[in-house]
């Protein structure tokens, strides 16, 4: 079993930055790979950025170039830095963690922290 809790959401203003945090727990996280997903009003749940057990990681085509997802397997836990954030990205972020990369569903997710960017 696998437990993940987010935080590091909030309101900024458009251009900003923040970063997300994923705190796992058990050190079996590390078998795991990490992921974010986020859900906007009215829209379905989407991939953001995925890393993998080896640090392979990849984007959604909207924050290529923006968004950075990283892994510390030291302290069970995965990061999304978000940078030149824009009003599109107000959701709802998701941490989730995937044993099997073919799949496109998680095995576990977080509970989801607020990204608010006012337009």
């Known amino acids: 079993q696998v437990q993940l809790v987010e935080s590091g959401g909030g309101l900024v203003q458009a251009g900003g930055s923040l970063r997300l945090s994923c705190a796992a727990s058990g050190s079996i996280f590390r078998l795991y790979h990490g992921g974010w997903y986020r859900q906007a009003p009215g829209k379905l749940r989407e991939l953001v950025a995925r890393?993998?057990?080896?640090?392979?990681?990849n984007y959604a085509d909207s924050v290529k170039g923006r968004f950075f997802i990283s892994r510390d397997n030291a302290k069970n836990t995965v990061y999304l830095q978000m940078n030149s954030l824009k009003p599109d990205d107000t959701a709802v972020y998701y941490c989730?963690?995937?044993?099997?990369?073919?799949?496109?569903?998680?095995?576990?997710w977080g509970q989801g922290t607020q990204v608010t960017v006012p337009s």
């Open positions: 989730a963690a995937t044993w099997d990369l073919d799949s496109s569903i998680p095995d576990y």
């Open positions: 890393i993998t057990t080896s640090g392979s990681t």
